[in-house]
């Protein structure tokens, strides 16, 4: 009788390690699918942000282009290449200004 109960008891010990291992099997899986697809999220991330770093860069080119270009315009204002009657020049350096404070 003893032998059957010790059987008995070692059919159930591994009827429960065979059950945690099989939950464990699962939550790896899930783990390997969640770590795929937070991979894939990071690789499309670093895409997103090159793709803002190019536009930041011509942002910036064109903003530069425009400052140059308002620097050369008050340059030629200042030399007389260009005259503008007052009336004219003040209502430009009021836009200019309402623009900045803005």
Do not use: D, F, M, T
């Given at each position: 009788m003893e032998g059957s109960s010790e059987i008995a008891r070692l059919e159930q010990f591994v009827d429960n390690l065979l059950g945690k291992y099989k939950k464990l099997k699962e939550q790896h899986h899930a783990l390997e699918v969640k770590l795929e697809e937070r991979d894939s999220e990071c690789e499309q991330l670093k895409a997103t942000i090159e793709e803002l770093r190019g536009e930041r860069s011509?942002?910036?080119?064109?903003?530069?282009?425009?400052?140059?270009?308002?620097?050369?315009?008050?340059?030629?204002?200042e030399s007389g290449a260009d005259p503008v009657s007052v009336e004219q020049e003040g209502l430009q350096t009021s836009l200019f200004q309402e623009e900045n404070t803005q």
């Open positions: 011509e942002v910036g080119g064109r903003v530069a282009a425009l400052l140059s270009r308002i620097e050369q315009w008050e340059l030629e204002q």
